[in-house]
C-alpha cells in the first residue's frame, strides 16, 4: 500500500514531488527545492491530499 506512488505539492516552494507514500513518510527526508521536512504539519496535509488523490 505504502509503495503507491503519489505526486505531491511543496507547500513551501510550490514543486511537485513524485515519489512512494513510503518514501514521504521516512523520517529525515526533504523537499529537494527547499528542504522542508516532510514531518512537517504542512507537508503531512499535502501528503494526505495526494493519497486521496492517488485513491480516487
Ligand atoms: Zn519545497
Request: some cysteine; proline content about 5%.
Amino acid at each position: 500500500m505504502d509503495d503507491k506512488v503519489i505526486e505531491v505539492t511543496c507547500p513551501k516552494c510550490g514543486i511537485r514531488i513524485k515519489n512512494t507514500v513510503s518514501w514521504f513518510k521516512k523520517p529525515g527526508n526533504c523537499c529537494p527545492g527547499c528542504q522542508l521536512r516532510f514531518s512537517t504539519e504542512r507537508f503531512k496535509h499535502s501528503i494526505e491530499e495526494a493519497e486521496k488523490i492517488a485513491m480516487a
